[in-house]
């Protein structure tokens, strides 16, 4: 090799390494947190979470504290966003998107926005690596409704077209018991409702508790035939009353003595149902500190830890729902003089029908008497129930001539109705 030719090459690599580190000049290292370490403690309410995170500090020794506390900060928000159990972004889109604006939700300006409060001491502070780093622990309240508004503002989370899922509220009881007399005669049952009520009102949802029995014997009549729920009260009210969600919760209250004084500590547990096919969305227990307080306070305390948890779960649940379309109970109750052959073709006739309206379904029970659908209508045509009820009854005499529909009772969710001869 030639003088000239390796004289060539060694400016070449000085020039590659010249670029290399102006390169890493320009593009300074990102600012996610270095810790990922947090713990939840409790939904402080509506609005806040309370989380015990951690944050590692490096750089210069004067700038330890303050970089450590920050990075704290970091996770804190972080974790809110992608970690636990019931992180704020959901889907891959949102995360996909997320990245995009993640330099500028950690920004040290931008992060303290969401850092409602904090601790003023430390929990754990202790040098790491030979002393070059700091890794401390403090207890932060982080505004998760101002980073849910801020990151919707961004494009960043999907937003739900259309209302938010109507939620009926009913305490937990024993199959053949009224939930409503339960609730009138019990104060926590009653106080935790409330709770819950003002908990969802907060989050713009439409929320009923139910205050007196409906009429409920069509209904129960009708899906009497479903194995395991001709005694669960709350399911047939959830139907009756056309919600898209039922929740219900329970609620225990503990006491002991320290000393002279009398401490209680709340223990409540929230499910989530989808209505229409009772399906369990999200189950949670929580727990309120032991406090020398009424039994409301410390109800109201467990409630607002277990209700954040399991709105998530509805929420993930009605973003995917949604992309399949409105979803509606149908039953149809085969009342007509019809012989065994004329049954089948009923039962024909109505999957055929079914499947041309609607853009999914699912059979649940078929039989002589009753046919019994899950499905999936097609937004832009079916967003109301009646809408879907004349469709069908249109719809029926071109599958089957010697045949009619007729409405029992429909409301937001079900829709019941009997096939009779044709007149």
Request: include cysteine; glycine fraction near 6%; aromatic fraction near 8%.
């Amino acid at each position: 090799m030639g003088r000239t030719t390796q004289i060539i090459i060694a400016a070449m690599l000085a020039f590659l390494l010249t670029g290399c580190a102006a390169t890493g000049k320009k593009h300074p290292k990102n600012n996610l947190p270095l810790s990922r370490e947090v713990t939840l403690i409790e939904s402080t309410n509506p609005a806040e979470v309370m989380v015990l995170a951690t944050g590692i500090g490096e750089g210069k020794k004067k700038n330890l504290t303050d970089n450590a506390i920050l990075d704290a900060r970091r996770a804190a928000v972080y974790f809110i966003l992608l970690g636990g159990t019931d992180p704020l972004l959901q889907t891959q889109e949102e995360k996909d998107k997320f990245t995009l604006v993640q330099e500028k939700v950690f920004a040290a300006k931008q992060i303290n926005r969401y850092i409602s409060w904090e601790s003023n001491t430390f929990e754990n502070r202790v040098k790491i690596a030979r002393g070059k780093k700091l890794k401390i622990q403090k207890y932060f309240k982080i505004n998760k409704k101002l980073l849910r508004e801020d990151l919707s503002a961004d494009g960043v989370l999907i937003q739900i077209e259309g209302p938010l899922p109507f939620i009926m509220v009913i305490p937990e009881v024993p199959k053949g018991e009224s939930p409503i007399e339960r609730m009138l005669t019990d104060p926590n049952l009653k106080k935790a409702a409330e709770v819950i009520e003002s908990y969802l009102t907060a989050r713009r949802y439409d929320v009923q508790v139910p205050k007196q029995a409906a009429a409920l014997n069509e209904l129960s009549d009708a899906i009497r035939f479903e194995q395991g729920v001709e005694e669960d009260y709350g399911y047939q009210l959830a139907l009756s009353i056309g919600s898209d969600v039922y929740m219900t919760y329970t609620v225990e209250v503990v006491e002991r003595k320290i000393g002279s004084s009398t401490v209680r500590k709340g223990i409540v547990g929230v499910r989530a149902f989808e209505t229409t096919t009772a399906r369990l969305l999200g189950t949670e227990t929580g727990y309120s500190a032991e406090r020398s307080s009424a039994d409301a306070v410390v109800i109201e305390e467990a409630l607002n830890d277990a209700i954040d948890k399991v709105l998530s779960r509805i929420s993930a649940y009605w973003k995917e729902d949604l992309n399949r379309g409105v979803q509606y109970k149908l039953i149809f109750s085969i009342e007509g003089d019809f012989d065994e052959d004329e049954r089948e073709d009923i039962a024909f006739a109505i999957s055929d029908l079914i499947e041309e309206l609607c853009s999914g379904s699912r059979e649940n029970v078929v039989t002589e008497n009753t046919l019994d659908y899950l499905v999936w209508a097609r937004a832009d045509q079916f967003r109301k129930s009646s809408k879907l009820y004349r469709a069908l009854k249109e719809g029926f005499p071109d599958k089957f001539e010697g045949g009619m529909l007729k409405r029992i009772n429909i409301n937001r969710k079900l829709i019941l109705m009997k096939i009779v001869e044709a007149e």
